[in-house]
């Protein structure tokens, strides 16, 4: 079981000091399970994002990071150990501040992104092909050589969301660090404690130079939006909502920002016809872990016509078998929600669904039991169509739909009518089936049969309205690199 919640840390990193906001400001850190203040952060003005991309500029125009490769790995290291050290107080303050399970925790929110996050893009270094030679050539008649160099984009923007806070962070951190990046992280208003106190770890711990990592809370967009229209900025690494990607995508053209947008989904789950609908159905329940805040949670149910009334039933027993409440209970595999708007937002979401005429089979409401917390119960739509809303937008709540299909041609078709394309899953007793439908789904990742395709070596990203770019993997190294083509006369 993990600690109590500790205090948390308040001060941002700026030009490798630990401060306070410049005009005093803070902002209060809520538990989305008890809704009570845990503590404060300092809340970062104009002028402190400024002096951080000042510093980071600084950093990477004018120290050796950007090309000492060795020393960067080192840092690496060292960040890992570090943050590993605080493994047990960092769980114990996510769960507090991002009110997930703790069994998430040894998941996805923490442990297997610490893992993997800092040390494989560190290792990677070493295999990565940093420069090749074309061959010789004769252009316009002169005798010349090509060489292709791979160069670190320079300042980084990495702005974060709250679900999965610390996992986006780490990925950020290790894979623009390792490419010979700088950085400010701007994190989430609601969840900043898990990027200050790595803020405040890379300080005391660690010998990564001043203004290579900034770590910029505040309460207020704008601040982090000043990274997207900033000319020392280089690229932006977002990950968050749909319509902030595309507000960051307009406020980034006049810069010619490059953007790498890890965005929303409403991900298909296909069970074809001689799929095992029971184990899928005895698993289902697990799509509304984390209160199902997942940006790649399958959020679409697609059975086959034949076993759809089947589906339903099982379904529904799974869903009003989960267990919630008490997000530091480990017996427990959905929290609240983030916040009240959140909340609110969800609990819009099962009215329009049941007004466009969806059946409402299960939840829909608050927890009669939880008098305190954002929650909202399971809840599960059947006779869902998929042009209605609660089938085309993202809900970001433990709000699930059951579509049926025809034939797999329609089971393809309802999935990719979507504006997103994150993820997908296909079940079927035949791999190769399986195979040929997860090759028409027009997503970045697809489990088929059950498969984990979570891992810092795997690229993870949307087609469509679900992002640009790829987090991890040779994919998310080089899209943290520019290319430069030198060429020499003999
Ligand atoms: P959000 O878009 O509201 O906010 C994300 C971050 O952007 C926060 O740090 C916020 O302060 C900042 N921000 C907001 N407006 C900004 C602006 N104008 N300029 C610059 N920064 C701005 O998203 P959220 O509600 O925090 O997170 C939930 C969303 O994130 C969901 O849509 C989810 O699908 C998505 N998400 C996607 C992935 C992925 O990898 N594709 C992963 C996790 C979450």
Request: glycine share 10%.
């Amino acid at each position: 079981m993990s600690e109590t919640a500790p205090n948390g840390e308040s001060r941002l990193l700026i030009d490798g000091d630990l401060v306070d906001a410049s005009d005093g400001g803070r902002f209060d850190n809520v538990n989305p399970a008890t809704e009570e203040v845990i503590g404060q952060t300092s809340d970062a003005t104009a002028a402190d994002m400024d002096r951080a991309i000042d510093s980071a500029r600084r950093a990477f125009d004018d120290t050796s990071w950007s090309t000492d490769r060795a020393f960067r790995q080192r840092c690496l290291r060292q960040l890992h150990e570090a943050i590993v050290g605080e493994q047990e107080l960092l769980r114990a303050e996510l769960v507090a501040e991002v009110g997930c399970p703790v069994m998430t925790t040894y998941l996805a929110q923490l442990d297997a992104p610490l893992a993997e996050g800092l040390l494989w893009p560190a290792e990677y270094i070493d295999s990565f092909e940093w420069e090749r030679d074309l061959p010789d050539n004769q252009n316009f008649g002169v005798p010349s050589w090509q060489k292709v160099v791979k160069e670190p984009m320079g300042v980084v923007g990495a702005i974060i969301p709250w679900n999965y806070p610390f996992e986006i962070t780490i990925g950020k951190l290790g894979q623009a660090l390792a490419t010979g990046n700088t950085m400010i992280i701007k994190p989430a208003p609601d969840t900043p404690w898990n990027a200050t106190r790595i803020g405040r770890l890379i300080a005391e711990q660690t010998d990564i130079p001043a203004g290579v990592v900034n770590v910029v809370a505040s309460s207020d967009h704008l601040v982090g939006e000043q990274l997207v229209t900033d000319p020392r900025v280089d690229l932006i690494s977002f990950t968050g909502s749909s319509t902030t990607g595309r507000r960051i995508m307009a406020a980034g053209a006049p810069t010619l920002k490059r953007l790498f947008l890890e965005l929303g989904g409403k991900s298909a789950d296909i069970i074809l016809d001689d799929g095992d609908l029971e184990t899928k159905m005895a698993f289902f329940g697990f799509m509304c872990m984390h209160a199902s805040q997942g940006c790649a949670m399958l959020t679409r149910t697609l059975v086959h016509e034949s076993r759809y009334a089947e589906a339903v039933e099982m379904a529904k027993v799974a869903m009003e078998g989960v267990t919630y409440g008490d997000p530091t209970d480990p017996g427990n595999i959905m929290g609240p929600l983030i916040n009240a708007t959140q909340r609110e937002r969800v609990l819009g979401y099962v009215e329009t669904g049941v007004a466009e005429g969806a059946r409402l089979v299960t939840g829909g409401g608050r927890p009669a039991h939880l008098d305190k917390g954002w929650f909202v119960e399971p809840t599960l739509f059947a006779d869902v169509d998929n042009s209605m809303r609660i089938a085309q937008e993202e809900i970001f709540g433990p709000v699930l739909v059951l579509i049926p299909f025809r034939d797999d041609d329609d089971a393809v078709r309802i999935a990719n009518d979507s504006e997103y394309g994150l993820s997908g899953a296909v079940s079927s007793a035949s791999e190769e089936r399986a195979m040929g439908v997860a090759r028409r789904i027009r997503a970045g990742t697809v489990s088929v049969n059950g498969g984990i395709y979570y891992h810092a070596a795997s690229p993870f990203g949307g087609y469509k309205g679900s992002g640009v770019g790829r987090q991890n993997g040779r994919e998310g190294f080089e899209q943290h690199l520019e290319t430069k083509t030198i060429a020499g006369g003999q």
